[in-house]
């Protein structure tokens, strides 16, 4: 089963940039496509971009041009720049497959990002 952790979250005003990083456990992640994803309080959790294992990405409409998701196999990691934040991008964001069922479907506790001046 593979384990995700994910970090760097926090406060940040509108406006401001945070990485957040995913370290996944096992060996296999390399040939997986990986996403980010974020749940809202009251909403459905949404996938806000994603990486092929060959490196090309997609985006949700409301991130396009200010998320970047990047990966580093050598090192079972996800990343994910976001810049220009923005109140509505407050959720808790996580990382896993895509889709989850591909590696299990188990979720890492995420990390929390508000954005709020």
């Known amino acids: 089963q593979v384990q995700f952790v994910e970090s760097g979250g926090g406060l940040v005003q509108p406006g401001g940039s945070l990485r957040l990083s995913c370290a996944a456990s096992?060996?296999?992640?390399?040939?997986?496509?990986m996403g980010w994803y974020r749940q809202a309080p009251g909403k459905q959790r949404e996938l806000v971009a994603a990486i092929t294992s060959g490196g090309s990405t997609n985006y949700a409409d409301s991130v396009k041009g200010r998320f970047y998701i990047s990966r580093e196999n050598a090192k079972n990691t996800v990343y994910l720049q976001m810049n220009s934040l923005k109140p509505e991008d407050t959720a808790v964001y996580a990382c896993?497959?895509?889709?989850?069922?591909?590696?299990?479907?188990?979720w890492g506790q995420g990390t929390q990002v508000t954005v709020s001046s």
């Open positions: 096992g060996s296999i992640f390399s040939i997986y496509a």
């Open positions: 896993n497959a895509d889709p989850p069922r591909n590696l299990g479907g188990s």
